[in-house]
């Protein structure tokens, strides 16, 4: 008796198409099935890049979509975060270097604020006064890059690895980086 009702609600939820935002592409990425719009209003959908770009050096990224605008079955979503996957994150680390974490509040030039947290591994040990020089120095420059920049931008170039090579020349006096990573970025 149990099963029936609950194959009745089942069979009346409609079935949504979830398109992510235009710099991520304009395919559609699934479906999702709710019981009407307002349902779909806000919800968060939470997907790997590389389902999203078809990349798969963007496999170990996961991409955190939150629905904004549901047109009869689509819905749109908006950004709301990029992280890497704690298994990759925690392969980077390895003895004889040293992780450097940031974390910084940036704003666009449009005036939008969101977080931006790295990851920066060493080639060889270094001691603290290093650290935190090649802190100071991330975040001077994403300060500078973001505040010149859109967010969308900004994703786009670290992305495409140009942000992290610039950081990496801009560090080269201080200690030789060999990777640096987006640990999380959140809009």
Same mark, same amino acid.
């Given at each position: 008796m149990a099963t029936g009702k609950s194959a009745d609600k089942w069979k009346s939820k409609m079935w949504f198409n979830i398109y992510p935002p235009k710099l991520l592409g304009e395919a559609a990425i699934g479906e999702i099935p709710a019981n009407d719009e307002k349902a779909m209003m806000g919800r968060m959908i939470k997907v790997s890049m590389s389902w999203i770009t078809h990349k798969p050096e963007h496999s170990f990224m996961l991409v955190g979509l939150r629905v904004?605008?549901?047109n009869g079955s689509n819905a749109n979503t908006d950004l709301n975060y990029i992280?890497?996957?704690f298994s990759y994150i925690h392969s980077l680390v390895r003895r004889h270097s040293s992780a450097i974490y940031t974390v910084d509040s940036l704003k666009d030039k449009e005036g939008?604020?969101?977080?931006? /947290? $790295?990851i920066a591994v060493t080639a060889n040990k270094i001691r603290?006064?290093?650290?935190?020089?090649?802190?100071?120095?991330i975040g001077s420059f994403a300060k500078e890059f973001s505040s010149s920049h859109t967010v969308d931008e900004f994703l786009s170039a670290m992305l495409d690895g140009s942000f992290?090579?610039?950081?990496?020349?801009?560090t080269a006096?201080?200690?030789?980086?060999? /990777? $640096?990573e987006l640990k999380r970025i959140e809009l």
């Open positions: 904004n605008k549901v992280e890497q996957t939008k604020g969101f977080v931006l /947290k $790295l603290t006064p290093k650290k935190t020089a090649i802190r100071k120095a992290q090579s610039e950081i990496a020349r801009r006096n201080i200690a030789l980086i060999s /990777k $640096l």
